[in-house]
């Protein structure tokens, strides 16, 4: 069946670097793809999207790439802050529901730690 | 911007009992979802709704049910409330357009955490 998810639950990278966290997908129909990033205590927050047609997105510090051969998506984070210490979800846009409408299917997340 | 507000940031309720959790977005979007989130399974629709009056299932609906008699307010009852049923609710909202080049990204509330004792 369709299911999203990360290779690695946690992820501690030091102020300064980059940072790359990864996603899994299985469905090679989804269109779309979207990272959020949900601080403690907050909802989930849209950060960066990407189609299917193509293979990078350059964002304000991040960006998205997306391997439609593996199936695999990364979210990149350029020099790391302290302010990016979060779970960072990638969903993919379902179709399942019907009509030209589409639901969000989520990864379990990976927490991103960055260290002083 | 736009504002996803959920009526409660924590709430403690016994089993058995009948729980609402309020969702209200001020951006005329017409889609609207309620989502659970537990550690280890990430976030699962529950429910979902394009339009007034109307409703869909999502994933996990057993055990819920959802009122929109507004566009702007999307409510989450549980019938009777179980110890299962203790989770993050998150409610979210999105444009409504889904298609061709347009993706439709969803606005989360900030959660509401529910216990049922």
């Known amino acids: 069946g369709e299911s999203v998810g990360l290779h690695l639950p946690t992820l501690s990278v030091q102020e300064g670097d980059n940072s790359i966290i990864n996603c899994a997908y299985s469905?090679?129909?989804?269109?779309?793809f979207i990272w959020y990033k949900q601080e403690s205590g907050k909802g989930p927050q849209f950060i960066i999207d990407?189609?299917?047609?193509?293979d990078k997105r350059q964002g304000q510090r991040v960006t998205v790439l997306l391997n439609k051969t593996v199936k695999h998506l990364s979210l990149q984070i350029a020099a790391t802050q302290p302010g990016d210490s979060a779970v960072y979800f990638c969903?993919?846009?379902?179709?399942?529901?019907?009509?030209?409408?589409?639901?969000?299917?989520f990864g379990k997340g990976t927490k991103l730690s960055v260290k002083p | 911007d736009v504002k996803v507000t959920q009526s409660s940031r924590y709430l403690v309720k016994r089993t058995g009992e009948k729980v609402f959790l309020e969702c209200v977005q001020d951006?005329?979007?017409?889609?609207m979802f309620w989502y659970r989130q537990d550690p280890g399974l990430g976030l699962r629709l529950i429910y979902f709704?394009?339009?007034?009056?109307?409703?869909e299932k999502g994933d996990i609906p057993e055990g819920y049910s959802v009122s929109r008699e507004k566009k702007e307010r999307f409510s989450l009852i549980l019938e009777s409330a179980s110890t299962n049923q203790t989770s993050m609710y998150l409610c979210?909202?999105?444009?409504?357009?889904?298609?061709?080049?347009?993706?439709?990204?969803?606005?989360f509330g900030p959660g509401t955490r529910l216990t049922v004792l």
């Open positions: 969903a993919e846009i379902s179709m399942n529901y019907g009509g030209s409408q589409g639901n969000l299917i």
């Open positions: 469905n090679s129909a989804s269109d779309y």
């Open positions: 951006m005329d979007h017409e889609n």
């Open positions: 709704s394009y339009d007034v009056k109307m409703k």
């Open positions: 979210a909202s999105s444009l409504g357009i889904l298609a061709g080049d347009y993706v439709d990204t969803q606005y």
């Open positions: 990407i189609r299917s047609n193509m």
